[in-house]
DNA sequence: CTGCGCCGTGGAATCGATTACACGGATGAT
DNA sequence: ATCATCCGTGTAATCGATTCCACGGCGCAG
C-alpha cells in the first residue's frame, strides 16, 4: 500500500508538502498541490489512520458499549448514535456486553487500548471498578439509557416515571388490581429506577405491590421466562405482567403461551421499550416508547462537547406510553390506535 | 497515559526489555521481568495498540459491513462473528450499510483506512467498484450471506433451494396456488437467488407464477409494506405473500392490517429468515431458518485462514423450514410445534 | 539600494511501540 | 588457559504520518 513517501516522489516534493495538501493547509504553491493530487491519484493513496493517530494522539473515534447487541432497542440506539457521530466527522466501534460485566470490561479495555477519542456506555453493571478509573482519569465519556451513581459523568437517558404513572392508570382504569413486574437486574439504574416508579405508580393508585409480585430478571428474554413461570403457579396470579424491557416480555409471551393461556383474556402483559413487531403480536402489545433517536444523537453531541472542550449536558428526555391491546381493550371498542397504522421500522 | 518508556523508567531497564517482557520473549532475566511487571502494575501501563499496530502492521481487528444492523438477522450474525473473532483473539468493528451502497463504501473506505486485518462484507450491491479494487488487491476478505459474483472471494453463506422447495410444498399440500413472492433487490445475489430458487420449486409444483406476483423490494420493511398494497390491488390478489426477508415480512403485516385483513384466513403470509418474534405475532409465522451462529463462525474462521495465510474454505450451510400458522392450520390440528417452545433468543 | 518580512518548501524530530544488531560477561568445550 | 557460544541487555532504526524550524527567494518599503 502506498504511503506518503511514495507520494512525494511521484510528485517530486518533499513528504511535508504532502501532507500540507492533505490537510488543506494554506501555504502550499497551487503548482505543487496539483502535482500532489495528481499523483495522490495516480497511486490511489490513503493515508494511514494509524499513522496519523500516533502522531496527532486522536482517532476521531469514539467507542459505544451497549449491554446487548439482540435487544431491538439498543441496535436502534447503536444505529442513531453511528449516524450523529459520522455527521460529526467520528467513526463508532461497538462492543457488545451481552449484559456481562466482564464482557463489558473487556471492551472498555480493548477500546481505550486504541485510544479511541471517547466513551459511550450503557452499564450492564452498577459498580465497574474500572469504569470508576476510566471516569477519573478523566477519558472523555458519557452514559446512555443507564448510568452510575456517583460517577460525575453526564448522563442523556429516557425517563419513564411518568409513562409508567400513565401506564398504571390505564391498567387501574380497566379494572386491573394485580399487577406485577419482571425487574431488570437491581445493579442497573434503569433495573431500579423502573421498579421504584412501579412501586410509587401503584402506591398513587392505591394498589399494593407485594413482593410476591416482583420478579428479578436480568433484561434477557430467559429470565422474563422464568418469572413468568413463577408469578403463574402463585395460588393468586397477577393479572398483568409488566416486563422491564422488551425481551423479558417476549419471554414473558413464551411461558404464558406454554401455559396455553391467552393474552388478553387470561392474563395481561405490557412492556417497557418499544419495538415494531410489538404491533403484530398476538394481541398488539402495550408498551412504554423511548425516543432511541434523540437519545442517540444527544449522547453523541454530549461525548462530542466532552472531548472538544465546551461544556456537556446532561438530557433527560420522556418515554410515553402507547396503549394498545394486551392488557385488554380500552374503551371505544376495536383497535383504532391511529399511531399504529405504520411500524415506523 | 503512561507509555512504555515511563515503564522502562520505572524499572531501570530499557524500552526493549520492557517490550521483550510484555510479548514474552524467552531471554529476559527473572528479575528484570518481576521489576518490569511491578512497574506496569503500579503505572497502570496499556500498551498504545495504535503504536503496536504501526509497527506490526497489523491491528488484529476483523472489519465487518452489514447490510443493515435493523435487521435482527444481522445483528445474530454480527453476535457470532464478534464472538468467534473474540475467541481467536481479535476484536470487529461493525459498520451498517443500512442497505445503501454509497454508506457501504463509506464504511469500506473508513476500515480500509484503519488497516484492519480483513474485512467480511455482505454486499448490499452487487457492482461496488470498490469492492472489486479490494479483491484486486489482495486485501483478505470473505462474503458472508450476499456475494458479488466474478469476485474470486471465499462465501459463507446458506443455501436456501431446499427450504424453499419444502415451503412450497407446503403451502401446495395446503391447497394454495396463487403465491406471491417481495423480492430483494436484485443486486444482491440473496435477492437474485430467493426468486429463482422459488419460481423453481412453483415450476415443480406445476404452478404458474406471473410477473404481477413478484414485487421489487429492498430488504426494508417499507418496500414490503408497498409492495403488498399493490399486490392487494390486484384483481386477483394471491393466496400467500412469502417475503424474501423477515423486516419486509413486517411491512406486509402493516398493510395487511391496514387493510383490515385477517392472516390466514384472508391471506397467508411466510418470510425468509426465522426471528424470535415469529413465534408470538398474531398468528405465528411460517419462516425459513438459517443457521445464524455457524454462518458468522464459519465466515470468521475462513477470513482468518486468508489472514494467517492457510486456504480458506467457503461454506454453504443448508436453511430449513420452519412451519407455523400464518399460511392456513398445517394438518393435525392445533398448534403443536415443538420447537416453538422457546424463542431461542 | 538595502533590508525586512513573508511565502513556499524541505529537513528532521516526534508519537510509542517492535526488533535487528552489537556488546559484555558467563559458561562450557578442548 | 583459551576461545566459541549463548544469554541478557541496551542502542538505534523503523513504521507513516504531522509539524516545528530554517532557509532561499522575492516583493515592498524606506
Redesign the interface.
Known amino acids: 500500500?502506498a504511503s506518503i513517501k511514495d507520494v512525494a516522489a511521484q510528485a517530486g516534493v518533499s513528504v511535508a508538502t504532502v501532507s500540507r495538501v492533505l490537510n488543506s493547509h494554506p501555504s502550499v504553491s497551487p503548482d505543487a498541490r496539483s502535482r500532489v493530487l495528481a499523483a495522490v491519484d495516480a497511486l490511489?493513496y490513503?493515508?494511514?489512520?494509524?499513522?496519523r493517530?500516533?502522531r496527532t494522539d486522536q482517532?476521531r473515534t469514539l467507542g459505544l458499549v451497549i449491554s446487548d447487541?439482540?435487544n431491538?432497542y439498543f441496535?436502534?440506539l447503536?444505529?442513531s448514535v453511528?449516524e450523529e457521530a459520522?455527521a460529526l466527522g467520528y467513526?463508532v466501534?461497538?462492543g457488545?456486553a451481552?449484559e456481562r460485566p466482564e464482557q463489558q470490561d473487556?471492551h472498555v479495555?480493548?477500546l481505550?487500548?486504541?485510544?479511541i477519542d471517547g466513551l459511550l456506555v450503557s452499564p450492564a453493571d452498577g459498580a465497574s471498578p474500572l469504569l470508576h478509573?476510566v471516569a477519573r482519569?478523566g477519558t472523555p465519556m458519557v452514559f446512555v439509557d443507564r448510568w452510575m451513581p456517583g460517577v460525575d459523568v453526564p448522563v442523556v437517558r429516557a425517563d419513564g416515571h411518568r409513562a409508567i404513572q400513565d401506564l398504571v392508570a390505564h391498567l387501574h382504569a380497566l379494572g386491573h388490581r394485580r399487577l406485577a413486574i419482571i425487574a431488570g437486574p437491581a445493579a442497573t439504574t434503569t433495573g431500579d429506577e423502573r421498579v421504584e416508579a412501579f412501586r410509587e405508580a401503584m402506591r398513587t393508585h392505591g394498589l399494593a405491590l407485594p413482593d410476591a409480585y416482583i420478579g428479578q430478571g436480568d433484561f434477557?428474554?430467559d429470565s422474563g421466562?422464568r418469572v413468568t413461570e413463577h408469578f403463574l403457579s402463585l395460588p393468586e396470579p397477577p393479572e398483568i405482567v409488566f416486563a422491564a424491557d422488551n425481551?423479558m416480555a417476549?419471554?414473558a409471551?413464551?411461558a404464558i403461551?406454554?401455559h396455553g393461556l391467552r393474552v388478553p383474556e387470561d392474563i395481561g402483559i405490557a412492556a417497557f421499550d418499544d419495538i415494531?413487531?410489538f404491533?403484530?403480536?398476538?394481541?398488539?402489545i402495550t408498551a412504554i416508547a423511548q425516543p432511541t433517536g434523540d437519545l442517540g444523537r444527544a449522547a453523541v453531541r454530549a461525548l462530542v462537547d466532552v472531548i472538544e472542550g465546551r461544556p456537556p449536558q446532561s438530557v433527560t428526555l420522556p418515554a410515553r406510553l402507547v396503549v394498545r391491546s394486551s392488557c385488554g381493550e380500552p374503551a371505544g371498542g376495536p383497535p383504532s390506535n391511529r399511531s399504529d397504522?405504520?411500524?415506523g421500522?
Request: aromatic share 2%; net charge positive; hydrophobic share 35%.
Open positions: 500500500m490511489g490513503r493515508p494511514n489512520a494509524v499513522a493517530s500516533l482517532t447487541v439482540l431491538p441496535t436502534a447503536a444505529r453511528e459520522r467513526s466501534i461497538i457488545n451481552d473487556h479495555r480493548t481505550l487500548d486504541r485510544r478509573e482519569t434477557q428474554a421466562r425481551l417476549l419471554g409471551l413464551d403461551r406454554a415494531p413487531w404491533v403484530h403480536t398476538g394481541p398488539p397504522r405504520r411500524s421500522l
